[in-house]
């Protein structure tokens, strides 16, 4: 099994800039992408930004140019990097990966972040 724990949310002003992190625990050898997911109230959980363990990077229309993921391979970590945000990106943003020991991924417990003036 792997555990994910996210930090970083909170509450910023609109064109603010956060940083989420996500630490694994478990089997992390069995990871292979690794992503950041949100839900907003009254919406579909969507992907926000993935990387796949050698570092390709896709990410969502809404926050290209604006989202960095990365991720530490050593440190079993992946981080988001969030600029010039702005209010429809508040929300609740989960960590998420995928590995070869289950069909279905590994999530964390979410934390919120906040746009708002």
């Known amino acids: 099994q792997v555990q994910l724990v996210e930090s970083g949310g909170g509450l910023v002003q609109p064109g603010g800039s956060l940083r989420l992190s996500c630490a694994a625990s478990g089997s992390v050898f069995s990871i292979n992408n690794m992503a950041w997911y949100r839900q907003a109230p009254g919406k579909q959980r969507e992907l926000v930004a993935l990387?796949?363990?050698?570092?390709?990077?896709n990410y969502a229309d809404s926050v290209k140019g604006r989202f960095t993921i990365s991720r530490d391979n050593a440190k079993n970590t992946v981080n988001l990097q969030m600029n010039g945000l702005q209010p429809d990106d508040t929300a609740v943003y989960y960590c998420?990966?995928?590995?070869?020991?289950?069909?279905?991924?590994?999530w964390g417990q979410g934390t919120q972040v906040t746009v708002s003036s």
């Open positions: 998420n990966a995928d590995g070869w020991l289950r069909s279905s991924p590994y």
């Open positions: 990387i796949t363990k050698r570092g390709s990077t």
